[in-house]
Nanobody
Framework: QLQACGGGLVQAGGSLRLSCAAS????????MSWFRQAPGKEREFVAA????????YYADSVKGRFTISRDNAKNTVYLQMNSLKPEDTAVYYC?????????????????WGQGTLVTVSS
C-alpha cells in the first residue's frame, strides 16, 4: 500500500528528500505521517500532514529543518530533510491514518510503508 524511497548516505549538513507512494484511490482521505527508528531506539514521530496538505505538524527535533508535503494527484507524500545531523540517522517510515490528531501515537495508524534508511555521516 505504501512504498517509501529516497534514503541514502549523506554528510552532515546535507539534504535528502524522501518519497512515499500510495496505491489505491483513497490517498486524499488519509492523514499522512513520517516516523523514524534509530538503532536500539523506539520508533518516533517526525512529521504529519492533513488530508488537504494545509496543516503540518513536526517533532521539535526536526522543526525548521524538515518539511512534509503531499501531492494528492500523485498519491505521494514527501519529507524534505535539510541540515541533516548524525542523530537523524534512522530508518524512516511513512504511515497513513483516517483519524486526525494524536500524530505521535504509532498504534493509531492504519498502514505503514516498509521503511527507507537514512544515514548521516559526521
Amino acid at each position: 500500500q505504501l512504498q517509501a524511497c529516497g534514503g541514502g548516505l549523506v554528510q552532515a549538513g546535507g539534504s535528502l528528500r524522501l518519497s512515499c507512494a500510495a496505491s489505491g484511490r483513497a490517498f486524499s482521505s488519509y492523514y499522512m505521517s513520517w516516523f523514524r527508528q534509530a538503532p536500539g531506539k523506539e520508533r518516533e514521530f517526525v512529521a504529519a500532514i492533513t488530508r488537504s496538505g494545509g496543516t503540518t505538524y513536526y517533532a521539535d527535533s526536526v522543526k525548521g529543518r524538515f518539511t512534509i508535503s503531499r501531492d494528492n494527484a500523485k498519491n505521494t507524500v514527501y519529507l524534505q530533510m535539510n541540515s541533516l545531523k548524525p542523530e537523524d540517522t534512522a530508518v524512516y517510515y511513512c504511515a497513513a491514518k483516517q483519524v486526525p490528531f494524536y500524530w505521535s501515537a504509532s498504534h493509531g495508524y492504519d498502514y505503514w510503508g516498509q521503511g527507507t534508511l537514512v544515514t548521516v555521516s559526521s
